[in-house]
Nanobody, 123 residues
Framework: QVQLVESGGGLVQAGGSLRLSCAAS????????VAWFRQAPEKEREFVAA???????YYADSVKGRFTISRDNAKNTVYLQMNSLKPEDTAVYYC?????????????????WGQGTQVTVSI
């Protein structure tokens, strides 16, 4: 099993940047695929980005070119660098992890979740 803790959220003006971190417990973190999802009020949880255990990376079209996901297995941490933030990026951001994923973009594929971190982008 793995436990996940997100950090780095906050309030930022449109056009600004934030870096989210997802710190994981467990010595087998490198064998997990990790994804970021977000959920805005009254909306479904949506895929943002993912990195597999082999390092393959995927992004939602809405964040491609603005967000960058990376992982540091030595630190058991996955990062989400968010640049050129827009008000529509406002949401609670969650990281999720699992070893066998049927669909990286489907939140139901993941068994392990962090508590979430709020990102608010003001106009």
């Amino acid at each position: 099993q793995v436990q996940l803790v997100e950090s780095g959220g906050g309030l930022v003006q449109a056009g600004g940047s934030l870096r989210l971190s997802c710190a994981a417990s467990g010595r087998t973190f490198s064998s997990y695929a990790v994804a970021w999802f977000r959920q805005a009020p009254e909306k479904e949880r949506e895929f943002v980005a993912a990195v597999t255990r082999t390092g393959a990376i995927y992004y939602a079209d809405s964040v491609k070119g603005r967000f960058t996901i990376s992982r540091d297995n030595a630190k058991n941490t996955v990062y989400l660098q968010m640049n050129s933030l827009k008000p529509e990026d406002t949401a609670v951001y969650y990281c999720a992890a699992d070893t066998y994923i049927s669909s990286l973009r489907d939140p139901t594929s993941f068994d392990y979740w962090g508590q979430g971190t709020q990102v608010t982008v003001s106009i």
